[in-house]
Nanobody, 123 residues
Framework: QVQLVESGGGLVQAGGSLRLSCAASGRTFSNLLMGWFRQAPGKEREFVAV????????FYAEHVKGRCTISRDNAKNTVYLQMNSLKPEDTGVYYCAARNSPVPTTTPTYDYWGQGTQVTVSS
């Protein structure tokens, strides 16, 4: 079993930045594909970014491309999401997810999920 704990969310003004972190435990972190999703009130959970096991490849949703960077530190069992130029429409609960399969996917078919961290962007 894998446990994921997100942190770093909060209230920020439009144009500001936040760095989310997700600490993993319970399995060899470097064997996990890691992703970030978000869910706004009344909307479905949507893909934000994914990073491969080694960190050599990353993929982003169009709505965050150029504004967000996903990275990981396998020595610290942690994945990060740096978010810049935040917009009010970025508001939502951000979830960290882990997948046993090494194949990146944008669908929420991940094996493990964190509890989420709230991000609120004010205009």
């Amino acid at each position: 079993q894998v446990q994921l704990v997100e942190s770093g969310g909060g209230l920020v003004q439009a144009g500001g930045s936040l760095r989310l972190s997700c600490a993993a435990s319970g399995r060899t972190f470097s064997n996990l594909l890691m992703g970030w999703f978000r869910q706004a009130p009344g909307k479905e959970r949507e893909f934000v970014a994914v990073i491969t096991r080694s960190g050599s490849s990353t993929f982003y949703a169009e709505h965050v491309k150029g504004r967000c960077t996903i990275s990981r530190d396998n020595a610290k069992n942690t994945v990060y999401l740096q978010m810049n130029s935040l917009k009010p429409e970025d508001t939502g609960v951000y979830y960290c997810a882990a997948r046993n399969s090494p194949v990146p996917t944008t669908t929420p078919t991940y094996d493990y999920w964190g509890q989420g961290t709230q991000v609120t962007v004010s205009s």
